[in-house]
């Protein structure tokens, strides 16, 4: 027996043990979820079609792991305006295994909906107990930039392709305001606003070339 699923606005033939990625759904690895959007179920030549779901038709499937796809680039230029913008990205992802095709308002076994519950309750355990230490982080972060601002005047980041004033204010928190700071940072440090800022390496490193012929300015 077959479906057809729809799940974040994609449309997946699935049938009992397949392994398929899906955009990311908010579950632990182990756990059991219900998608509930079926669009078609049949076996062989036998197809049933819904309107545009299968009334009482359900799948489950079991969490395998938590991921992300590779890096997308958007590039867009405008000829001959001096004008240009990479935006990086990155979709969440979640690897499933389909466990069961429910019909006619079946429920699902008792042992995959147990597991789920007991999971999700050691989740929430866990979650409660790792809040205090996240929110604690989250404030060290806050409170330490991530670089040492120099002394004098800030240059204006904003004149580099790509920093707009919201990033040229975030770029400024975490202790960069010159173009020369930009232009000497290090791979190394380029990981570091990678990991810690809303910025992928690719732009950091536009930036940073940019800023290298600024400096000499």
Do not use: C
Request: hydrophobic content about 45%; charged content about 30%; cysteine-free.
């Amino acid at each position: 027996m077959f479906a057809v699923i729809k799940t974040g606005g994609k449309q997946y033939r699935v049938a009992a043990n397949d392994l398929l990625k899906i955009e990311k759904v908010e579950a632990n690895v182990g756990d059991i979820v219900e998608i509930g959007h079926v669009l078609a179920h049949g076996e062989g030549e036998n197809v049933t079609f819904g309107a545009p779901f299968v009334d009482g038709a359900l799948v489950t499937a079991e969490v395998v792991e938590q991921g992300k796809n590779r890096t997308v680039i958007a590039f867009k230029k405008r000829r001959r305006q001096n004008s240009r913008r990479k935006i990086g990205h990155r979709q969440l992802l979640t690897t499933v295994r389909i466990s069961e095709i429910l019909l006619g308002g079946a429920k699902p076994a008792k042992k995959a909906t147990a597991k789920a519950e007991a999971k999700a309750e050691v989740a929430a355990e866990a979650k409660a107990e790792a809040a205090p230490k996240k929110e604690a982080k989250a404030a060290e972060t806050a409170a330490a930039p991530l670089f040492k601002a120099p002394k004098g005047e800030p240059d204006d980041l904003t004149v580099i392709k790509g920093i707009g004033p919201v990033a040229a204010k975030d770029l400024a928190e975490q202790g960069i305001i010159t173009f020369a700071q930009l232009a000497k940072l290090s791979d190394k440090d380029v990981a570091k606003i990678d990991e810690h800022m809303p910025f992928s390496a690719d732009q950091i490193k536009d930036w940073r070339e940019q800023a290298k012929e600024l400096a000499k300015k």
